[in-house]
């Protein structure tokens, strides 16, 4: 009645291609960790390295005040969709430059109040879209321009209380935080932790002439081939001219000495 009967011999036939139909489950939720609506929160739980077996959908991550110190390579899991990835308050010290691989759907990272002291250029690299970067209350005393300067999507960036020592080394910096003014956020709290004379001293006031006393001497890399080049040959041109001008002095003082030691005698009548 209505029904469309499949013969014996052929539905087992059937079965292992109908399986492969089916879409795979996402990996449960982690015990330490609660997922809803493509969400996981794992705050507060401990824990001392990221979950693996996060469901692959989720589109954010919450791991704020656990005990991660470092991340590395092959941290997170596939999580092709994640756009927000919050740690803050993990006592987390050091990034590896591939540690957010995988993760370019990025929109929005909180690494704030932790004990970061330098990052890598390439540490954000792989995050093409990430838009808000927070690196407030951490222990960055310089940074490099290339570590914000590879994110071509970022509009808010946070960088307050932090230990900046401003001399000559942190001019790349504040020359990049001057011409992204718009994306500077919490501006009057960039401040200088040191020397003393400038405790407090605000980072985006400072001016060209600031720098005055400063010398470029950064060097880039063809510089350094070239050294690396005329050294050694320089050094060799050198010691073949010497033995050169020593020979030919040898040589010349020779000739000088052999007339008198030819010179014939002459015999005197008495």
Same mark, same amino acid.
């Given at each position: 009645? @209505?029904?469309?009967?499949?013969?014996?011999? +052929?539905?087992?036939?059937?079965?292992?291609? #109908?399986? !492969? #139909?089916?879409? !795979?489950?996402?990996?449960?939720?982690?015990? /330490?960790?609660?997922?809803?609506?493509?969400?996981?929160? *794992?705050? &507060?739980?401990?824990?001392?390295?990221? %979950? &693996?077996?996060?469901?692959? =959908?989720?589109? /954010?991550? $919450?791991?704020?005040?656990?005990?991660?110190?470092?991340? @590395? %390579? @092959?941290?997170?899991?596939?999580?092709?969709?994640?756009?927000?990835?919050?740690?803050?308050?993990?006592?987390?010290? #050091?990034?590896?430059?591939?540690?957010?691989?995988?993760? @370019?759907?990025?929109?929005?990272?909180?690494?704030? =109040? =932790? &004990?970061?002291?330098?990052?890598?250029?390439?540490?954000?690299?792989?995050?093409?879209?990430? +838009?808000?970067?927070? !690196?407030?209350? =951490? $222990?960055?005393?310089?940074?490099? %321009?290339? +570590?914000?300067?590879?994110?071509? &999507?970022?509009?808010?960036?946070?960088?307050?209380?932090?230990? $900046?020592?401003?001399? *000559?080394?942190?001019?790349?910096?504040?020359?990049?935080?001057?011409?992204?003014r718009e994306k500077v956020q919490e501006k009057t709290l960039l401040l200088c932790k040191a020397p003393e004379q400038l405790n407090n001293y605000p980072i985006m006031a400072f001016r060209n002439e600031s720098f005055r006393q400063c010398q470029e001497t950064s060097l880039s890399s063809h510089h350094y081939i070239t050294f690396l080049i005329i050294g050694p040959f320089s050094f060799m041109a050198s010691i073949f001219f010497?033995?050169?001008?020593?020979?030919?002095?040898?040589?010349?003082?020779? #000739?000088?000495?052999?007339?008198?030691?030819?010179?014939?005698?002459?015999?005197?009548?008495?």
């Amino acid at each position: 009645m @209505g029904c469309w009967r499949v013969p014996g011999r +052929v539905l087992p036939c059937l079965l292992p291609c #109908l399986l !492969l #139909l089916q879409p !795979l489950p996402s990996p449960a939720c982690p015990t /330490a960790c609660r997922c809803f609506s493509g969400q996981a929160d *794992c705050s &507060q739980h401990g824990l001392r390295e990221v %979950p &693996q077996s996060l469901p692959t =959908n989720t589109s /954010a991550l $919450w791991l704020g005040y656990n005990f991660i110190t470092v991340l @590395g %390579p @092959g941290s997170f899991p596939p999580l092709p969709e994640l756009l927000l990835l919050s740690l803050p308050h993990n006592h987390l010290e #050091l990034i590896h430059s591939r540690a957010l691989v995988g993760l @370019g759907a990025l929109r929005d990272l909180d690494l704030s =109040n =932790n &004990q970061l002291t330098m990052l890598s250029p390439e540490t954000f690299l792989p995050l093409a879209s990430l +838009v808000t970067l927070n !690196l407030g209350s =951490n $222990w960055l005393v310089e940074l490099e %321009p290339g +570590v914000v300067s590879t994110l071509p &999507q970022l509009r808010a960036l946070f960088m307050q209380d932090n230990p $900046w020592v401003c001399s *000559c080394r942190i001019r790349p910096l504040w020359r990049w935080l001057s011409h992204n003014r718009e994306k500077v956020q919490e501006k009057t709290l960039l401040l200088c932790k040191a020397p003393e004379q400038l405790n407090n001293y605000p980072i985006m006031a400072f001016r060209n002439e600031s720098f005055r006393q400063c010398q470029e001497t950064s060097l880039s890399s063809h510089h350094y081939i070239t050294f690396l080049i005329i050294g050694p040959f320089s050094f060799m041109a050198s010691i073949f001219f010497c033995s050169f001008m020593g020979s030919i002095t040898v040589i010349y003082q020779n #000739l000088r000495r052999e007339p008198f030691r030819r010179r014939p005698r002459v015999c005197r009548g008495r």
